[in-house]
């Protein structure tokens, strides 16, 4: 079994930035896919960025040109560097990742616990 544990969200002024984290809370074997995902109350949870292990990031249209997924594989942890932020990207962010625990297990699906991102003046 695998935790993801986010941080580094928190309230930020329109215009500014923040920096999500996302790091196992233990050893894992291998990890591949890694994404944010982003949900608002009343809405379905959507994909904000995604990052394969081979090939280029890919955005949702909204955060094109602002956010930047970014991952530390020495450290099995995937970033997200939110710059120009806007009201409307006030969300819980989710870290998603694609990981095997351990060297005899199948690869799954693992969830950050998510963490508040508000943008407001």
């Known amino acids: 079994q695998v935790q993801l544990v986010e941080s580094g969200g928190g309230l930020v002024q329109p215009g500014g930035s923040l920096r999500l984290s996302c790091a196992p809370s233990?050893?894992?074997?291998?990890?591949?896919?890694q994404a944010w995902y982003r949900e608002v109350l009343g809405k379905p949870r959507e994909s904000v960025a995604y990052l394969p292990l081979d090939g280029a990031a890919r955005y949702a249209s909204s955060v094109e040109g602002r956010f930047t997924i970014s991952r530390d594989n020495a450290k099995n942890t995937v970033y997200l560097q939110m710059n120009n932020v806007r009201p409307e990207d006030t969300a819980i962010y989710y870290c998603?990742?694609?990981?095997?625990?351990?060297?005899?297990?199948?690869?799954?699906?693992?969830w950050g616990q998510g963490t508040q991102v508000t943008v407001s003046s």
């Open positions: 998603y990742a694609y990981a095997q625990a351990t060297s005899t297990s199948s690869p799954l699906s693992y």
């Open positions: 233990g050893k894992v074997f291998n990890i591949g896919v």
